[in-house]
Every structure is written in structure tokens, then in C-alpha cells.
């Protein structure tokens, strides 16, 4: 079913070309592990194994890593209520609501489609947002939920889990056997598999955290849009990037694992090369972005929500 997320024409080319260089780097790997390898079906086997068992239990495993349990109405009424509106004007089913009592203040959504979904806040983040910025978040998750990230990210992802199966297959397949003039052209193809498996596990790298950077200024837009209200969700990211910076260190690099399933890192983007490699924009960048959709929209700005984060 086709929900009432919009969508950003701009975001979406950019995405499109993203996924384009990935597909590319797929066939120029496969068609490299078909001239190297006897054997690369096997690998590539355990690699959907893998990634299957990923895409179609990805709800149960992040609820578990991250304590979360499934909640009723009872529980939590106000929760429920904000996302049974939420689904409403996007005309989307409504997703499992999950609860997760890590202080920390944040949020996820996880799942292969919008049926086999679940959308979880911390008790955290419970504590410290407004009715207006808790809903603003959770329009985000549940735009993710709509536009099928999960699914998309966990297929993106499959190459660079190929080319590193790849790695440890070569250190024990029959690679390394032989002797002689065999044993020569054994270490030059296994050479080349590892030189060929770490570019490519670079590059994919890079593109997978672009594309999930895309993604969530995607979930931004789609968010401010149906709630009308950008500078609650800019609120909402403000106060969660200073809170989360008070955060115990341990307590973040815990939770660093699962930094492309929030709706903000667990440590933020440094400036400088090191934001090529976060899965989310900067938080500059976000509350640029919403300001500028406040102004399309017309809608007026509380102070300081919608400027430079101090």
C-alpha cells in the first residue's frame, strides 16, 4: 500500500545514482569472483544466508540487542495514541510499539515492510521530549518503515558481507594448497582476491553510509511534510545531540553497533573526512534542511529551533 510520505525529488536522485554505483560494483565483483574462484557460489550462498536471516528477523534481532520489548495501549497510551494518529494521515498500517529502558535518549525502526515492522523509543528519550517533538520523531521512524530503509540498506549491504566472507574463505580454502609452480599461482590468485575483496569492501563502505545519510534527510523531509511542523522535529534533534553527548562513554559505544538504526548517532559526525563515513548527516545539515521546508511551509519557527546547534 502506498502511504502519504512524500518524498524529495533531490534526495531521490541522489539515492538512485548511490544504489546505481553499488549495483555496478556488484557485477564487477561477481564477474571477479567468477574468473578467480571455483568455489565463489559457496560464498556467496552463506552470504544470502546471512543477509536473509537478517532481512527477515532484523525486528527481533535490534529489539533484542537493544533490551526493547513490545508494549500495549495500557502501558503506554500516550505512545500509542501519537502513532495510531501518525498512521492515519500517512494511510499506513500501524507498526508493533516497543519500548527499550535504556536512558539513552533515541529511537529506531526496524523490519522488512510495513507489516512485519516495529518502531521503539527508549525510556530516555520518553523522559526528555515534548508531545510535538516526540511525534515529529516518530513521523521519521515510521518514514522509514513506509520507504522500506531496513529492506534497502540490508540489500545494499550484501556486497560489502560477500567481499568479507570472501577474506576468510581464501584463508581457508584450497587456496593455499599445492606445492610448486601451483603453489606460485595459488599466493598470485590469493592476491588478487584479497586486494580485489578490500576495495571493494571499502568502496561499498562509503556508498552505504552516503546512501543512509540520503535516507535519513529523506525521513526528515517525508516527517516535517506530514506533521507540519519542521521545527519540532528540529527541536527534538537539538536536544537529543546535547543530551546524548552526557551520555556515560560506555553506555554510547554500546550502542555505536546500531548507529544506522537511530534516528541520531551515538556519537555524532566529527567535522572533517570522518562525516564521509557516518550513517547520518550532520546535525547542521538536518536543521538547514528543515528550515528551509519551515519556510515553504510557512510555519513560524520557535527561537533558536530551527538554527545552528550551539
Known amino acids: 500500500m502506498q ?47 546471512v543477509l536473509g536471516a537478517q532481512y527477515w528477523f532484523s525486528d527481533r534481532i535490534a529489539l533484542y540487542a537493544m533490551r526493547g520489548r513490545v508494549v500495549e495501549r495500557e502501558e503506554y497510551p500516550q505512545l500509542h495514541g501519537v502513532v495510531d494518529r501518525l498512521c492515519a494521515v500517512a494511510d499506513m498500517p500501524k507498526p508493533l510499539v516497543a519500548v527499550s529502558d535504556l536512558d539513552m535518549p533515541n529511537a529506531f525502526a526496524t523490519g522488512r515492510n510495513a507489516d512485519h515492522a516495529v518502531v521503539c523509543v527508549t525510556s530516555g528519550l520518553l523522559r526528555r521530549l515534548e508531545a510535538d517533538e516526540l511525534e515529529g520523531v516518530l513521523a521519521h521512524e515510521l518514514s522509514h518503515v513506509a520507504h522500506k530503509d531496513v529492506a534497502v540498506i540490508t540489500i ?11 577474506v576468510r574463505f581464501a584463508f581457508y580454502s584450497e587456496l593455499f594448497g599445492g606445492r610448486g609452480r601451483k603453489d606460485q599461482n595459488t599466493v598470485a590468485v590469493f592476491a588478487v582476491v584479497m586486494g580485489v575483496s578490500a576495495a571493494v569492501y571499502a568502496i561499498s563502505f562509503v556508498l552505504i553510509r552516503a546512501l543512509s545519510r540520503y535516507r535519513e534527510l529523506a525521513a526528515d523531509r517525508s516527517a516535517a511534510l506530514l506533521t507540519g511542523r519542521p521545527s519540532a522535529l528540529a527541536s527534538a ?4 545531540d546535547g543530551d546524548i553527548a552526557r551520555i556515560p562513554t560506555k553506555d554510547l559505544r554500546t550502542a555505536q553497533a546500531f548507529n544506522a538504526f537511530y534516528f541520531t548517532p551515538a556519537f555524532g559526525a566529527e567535522p572533517g573526512i570522518s562525516k564521509y563515513f557516518s ?3 550532520s546535525l547542521e545539515q538536518r536543521l538547514e ?11 513560524p519557527a520557535a527561537p533558536g529551533s530551527l538554527g545552528k546547534a550551539d
Open 3 to 49: 502511504s502519504r510520505f512524500r518524498s524529495d525529488r533531490r534526495l531521490t536522485v541522489r539515492m538512485t545514482v548511490t544504489m546505481f554505483l553499488l549495483g555496478l560494483l556488484y557485477v564487477v565483483f561477481i564477474g571477479a569472483l567468477i574468473v578467480l574462484l571455483k568455489s565463489w557460489v559457496l560464498v556467496v550462498v552463506i552470504a544470502a544466508v
Open 156 to 166: 545494499a549491504s550484501f556486497l560489502g558481507v560477500i567481499a568479507g566472507l570472501i
Open 237 to 240: 534533534l537539538t536536544k537529543l
Open 279 to 281: 550513517t547520518h548527516p
Open 289 to 299: 534542511q528543515l528550515g528551509r521546508i519551515s519556510a515553504e511551509l510557512g510555519e
